[in-house]
């Protein structure tokens, strides 16, 4: 219900005031304080961003983040450890372990724990991967391999929060979301930052918070969008039964309208991204079962994914994504969450990267094919590592080195980066640290970390904080 007009004018903001004040000077200071802080004033195009260009000349346009949820071991993925094996059961040097945090270990003897696998040399380049990879392993000229990652947080939920936001603090903006406020979206009919979930069988599935895609205290029109991996993707969209596209139109219209004329007296940008969303979800109704319709997909490209689509599986998400960014989605971010092994890693391991390995490698090459790839970010990784000590038959979480792999046309294929000592504890050449992945992402988009900022409660945050972060070029074409 809306107030009276005598109530609205008791509820103009000190911003409303400014922007209809004869004296202009208003609209002037706010300019100039933005631009102070690197930010520009807002577009009052829906789809823009803050940013009137970028920084510097962007090398990608989007980006696709698969998140193997739960701390995939590095030991059994892409960092291969001869040493680690050969002492297997013995006991691990103090040197590493002691006084460093330790997740569920406390107190217990901490013994070296062998890879489970063989490693392969795979491509050209001969990048050693785990030969539960082969598919992976076949794109190994495309890939970068970090082996140097490095995050703060040994648990799951502020570990995720950390990888996603900068900050393990809850209520920061989600990166997904700092990139959609800086550079705003291609798409009018589709939401610029679309999540996808899938559950894998081969471990623990930790659950996945919403938050991990909220636009915090940027505007809520920043926010990720969950889409359903199975059955109606986005939940209440169609119109109810006897209503007409007409009708409900009419409906949208006049609500926008009544929200456009209060939101002229209070200017609460939560107001315009209510108005954007109603339009938004109006659209979506014909363009989500168009995204959804795979008719159009040949039998050659379901047998390279491995699905027939609409499955729930990280395959068939890994096909949905191509077409979100066929759609113009700028962030798409795809959550398996089966990678929590404490137990039994050998047989989890097996499972699990089946279920990725083929997705993996064919989402890279349909990219390619499409002409996608050379202006798209893909990452690969989760929020941390495995312990290179035994936790029984699995392996506890490790924050000290880890590793995670880059893709697409910005990034230098064929190579690795950094590196873990030689038991796999900590990342000991060119350490790279979840705020250096954060500056090096901005970069490919043309913005520079450094001057990409948000005022709230009177401070300036940033993606990256306010510790050091560095740009990682030498891993950069």
Not at 159 to 188: K, V
């Amino acid at each position: 219900m809306f107030p009276s007009p005598h109530q609205a004018a008791l509820e103009q903001t000190r911003r409303s005031f400014l922007r209809r004040s004869a004296l202009g000077i208003g609209p002037v200071a706010l300019m100039s304080l933005l631009a102070r802080h690197g930010n520009a004033a807002p577009s009052r195009d829906p789809f823009a961003g803050v940013l009137p260009a970028p920084h510097h000349p962007p090398r990608v346009k989007r980006i696709v983040h698969l998140c193997m949820a739960g701390g995939p071991s590095h030991l059994e993925t892409f960092d291969e450890k001869p040493k680690l094996r050969e002492m297997h059961g013995e006991p691990m040097p103090s040197s590493l372990t002691e006084g460093q945090q330790i997740a569920q270990l406390q107190g217990r003897e901490l013994k070296c724990f062998a890879p489970q696998f063989e490693f392969q040399s795979f491509g050209e380049s001969g990048q050693r991967i785990c030969s539960l990879f082969p598919q992976i392993g076949s794109v190994a000229d495309d890939l970068c391999i970090i082996r140097s990652m490095h995050t703060d947080q040994i648990n799951h939920d502020p570990a995720h929060t950390l990888f996603n936001t900068g900050s393990s603090q809850a209520g920061r903006p989600s990166m997904g979301s700092w990139l959609l406020y800086g550079l705003g979206q291609e798409c009018d009919d589709l939401p610029g930052y679309v999540v996808l979930t899938s559950v894998g069988k081969g471990g623990q599935a930790q659950p996945i918070a919403a938050r991990q895609w909220h636009s915090g205290f940027l505007p809520s029109r920043y926010q990720g969008v969950q889409f359903h991996s199975s059955g109606a993707p986005v939940l209440y969209l169609n119109r109810p039964e006897g209503v007409s596209l007409q009708q409900q139109s009419r409906l949208v219209d006049t609500v926008n309208q009544l929200n456009r004329q209060f939101d002229d007296v209070v200017d609460d940008p939560e107001i315009a991204t209510r108005i954007q969303q109603y339009e938004m979800a109006f659209r979506m109704q014909t363009s989500v079962p168009e995204l959804m319709d795979l008719s159009s997909e040949s039998k050659e490209t379901f047998d390279a994914y491995g699905t027939q689509g609409g499955d729930g599986t990280f395959a068939s998400n890994c096909l949905l994504a191509r077409r979100l960014l066929e759609k113009g989605v700028r962030f798409v971010q795809l959550y398996h969450r089966a990678w929590d092994h404490h137990g039994g890693i050998k047989r989890s391991m097996e499972i699990t990267a089946n279920e990725v390995d083929q997705a993996t490698a064919a989402f890279i090459r349909d990219l390619k094919q499409r002409g996608l790839y050379d202006d798209t970010l893909i990452v690969w990784g989760g929020e941390f590592g495995r312990t290179p000590m035994a936790q029984g038959s699995g392996r506890d979480h490790h924050i000290k080195g880890f590793s995670m792999l880059l893709s697409g046309g910005a990034v230098r294929g064929g190579t690795s980066w950094g590196g873990t000592d030689e038991l796999g504890y900590n990342a000991v050449e060119h350490p790279m640290h979840v705020r250096d992945f954060h500056a090096t992402m901005l970069h490919l988009f043309g913005i520079d970390h450094r001057r990409f900022s948000y005022r709230f409660q009177g401070l300036d945050f940033r993606l990256t904080g306010v510790e050091e972060a560095h740009v990682v070029r030498d891993i950069l074409t």
